[in-house]
C-alpha cells in the first residue's frame, strides 16, 4: 500500500515537473517505449486492462459508464501509441475539445492516473518504463482538466 501511495505521489509530481514542456519536447522519434510496453497488442491489452479498471472504479466510471467502449479503448491505443513515438496516428479531437464537455478536476485526473499505474502493475510493466509514459502524458494534463 506504502509502495503504491508513494509511486502515485511520485508519478503526480512527475505530472507537475513536464507541465510547462510541449508535448513535442521528449523525442517522438523513440521506438524503445513503444517496444517496452508490447507494441500495439501491448497497448490493447494495457488498455482493455485500464477500461476495466475506470468502469470499475467509483471516482472514473461516471466519465466512462456510458461511453463508446471499443472506441474509447481504440482512441486511446492510438493516443499513446502516437505519443511515445509509436508507426500510429492518433486521428481523434484534440485534448482540450474531447475534455472541455466534462467537469474533470485535478482530483478525477489523478485518480485516472491511479487506475493507470494498476493497470500497468497488472500487466508487468517496470516501474521505469511507466514513469517514461507518465512523462510522455503529463503535458494533456492542462487540456484535460476543466474545472479548476
Known sequence: MLRHISRTIFATLL???????PAGA????DLTLYRALGERP???????????GLLADKRTEPFFGKSDHA???????D???DVIGGPCEYAGEDMTTSHEKHAIT????NAL????????????IPVADQNRLLARLAPMHRAIITRR
Do not use: N, P, R, W
Open 106 to 109: 485535478a482530483a478525477d485526473f
Open 71 to 77: 472506441h474509447v479503448k481504440l482512441m486511446l491505443v
Open 15 to 21: 505530472a507537475l515537473s513536464v507541465l510547462g514542456h
Open 42 to 52: 501491448g497497448l490493447t491489452a494495457l488498455m482493455d486492462k485500464f477500461l476495466d
Open 26 to 29: 521528449i523525442a517522438a522519434s
Open 79 to 81: 493516443l499513446i501509441c
Open 113 to 124: 492516473v491511479e487506475v493507470l499505474q494498476v493497470a500497468m502493475d497488472q500487466q508487468g
